[in-house]
């Protein structure tokens, strides 16, 4: 058996995929251009992918009887097709939720106790010259008894939640698809969650409910001070007008995830001007040393359930 990874590179050089072996012959690219994927695919039996699209074309012109996405969205391989020529389609969920949670509550920390800031003033001496102990020219804030807000309440959402409730905030949330009831956290509308909440944290999926959910009119109204992080899909907040907002009011955005990723040249958000108001970083929260393995070795419990 012949099994091809289209995009190793997306999985960290840092974790081992060597337990594909055991299931044949293994070879690996670490990136995969679109007009390279046909040749790669031609003579697998099983395709490993992450962001490569396989579309029909690949299909009709390979071997190919399983294609695993080592990731939870599906979008980059045609379903409908790949169910038509009978060809398994199997992704991963669940794998990351720690992981996102966890640069969630960095990025919040980031913003509070500013310790960016603090290490420069050591770093560059400026310590050891004061004339007393402390130095608290930039202010720190607790978590204690901050509202906080969040969309879309999943899995992620409600890990968000209980981490938030430890470090005692109060905790409340928006259903994106208007469905979710929670006894444990008060619902409320958008509305009220952007105008009234400290820290707002989005884990919801990208879909026509939540395109654009965010935008200049409904973000104008959160409060000074606010705290907004994204690090559910790009495209749930519309980024020119996050990028106004951000030189027109005083809000803390930490972004992990962008509309079109990478992150193209002409991204507005690349040109704030009050840059210490914004904390990008590219794509990394679902991305630690321990998701990533248990990534990996759900992906090979697919294979074993496809083989047997």
């Not at 409904?218 to 907004?228: E, S």
């Amino acid at each position: 058996m012949k099994l091809v990874i289209l995009d190793r590179a997306t999985l960290g050089f840092d974790v081992d995929v060597s337990i594909f072996e055991k299931f044949g012959e293994v070879i690996s690219y670490d990136v995969t251009k679109a007009n390279e994927t046909l040749e790669r695919v031609k003579d697998a039996d099983i395709v490993i992918t992450n962001k490569v699209v396989i579309n029909k074309e690949h299909m009709d012109n390979s071997k190919m009887k399983l294609v695993c996405i080592t990731a939870t969205g599906t979008n980059n391989v045609d379903l409908v097709y790949a169910k038509e020529k009978n060809i398994e389609v199997k992704n991963v969920a669940g794998y990351s939720t720690s992981s996102v949670v966890q640069v969630a509550f960095s990025m919040i920390f980031h913003f509070v106790t500013r310790l960016d800031y603090y290490k420069k003033y050591v770093d560059e001496g400026n310590w050891q010259k004061s004339e007393i102990f402390t130095h608290i020219d930039m202010p720190i804030f607790e978590l204690a008894n901050k509202r906080v807000g969040i969309i879309g309440l999943g899995e992620i959402g409600r890990d968000f939640a209980r981490k938030a409730k430890a470090f005692d905030c109060e905790v409340v949330y928006y259903s994106t698809s208007g469905k979710n009831s929670n006894d444990e956290y008060k619902r409320v509308e958008l509305e009220e969650l952007l105008s009234t909440c400290d820290i707002i944290s989005i884990h919801a999926p990208l879909n026509e409910s939540t395109k654009d959910l965010l935008n200049y009119e409904n973000m104008k109204n959160m409060k000074d001070g606010a705290i907004l992080l994204n690090l559910g899909r790009g495209g749930i907040i519309n980024e020119p007008d996050l990028a106004k907002i951000i030189d027109e009011k005083e809000i803390f955005c930490g972004i992990d995830v962008v509309s079109a990723e990478p992150i193209k040249e002409s991204n507005q958000l690349l040109n704030v001007k009050n840059k210490n108001r914004l904390l990008l970083t590219p794509h990394i929260g679902w991305a630690s040393v321990e998701a990533r393995t248990r990534l990996i070795n759900l992906v090979a419990k697919n294979i074993e359930e496809f083989i047997k």
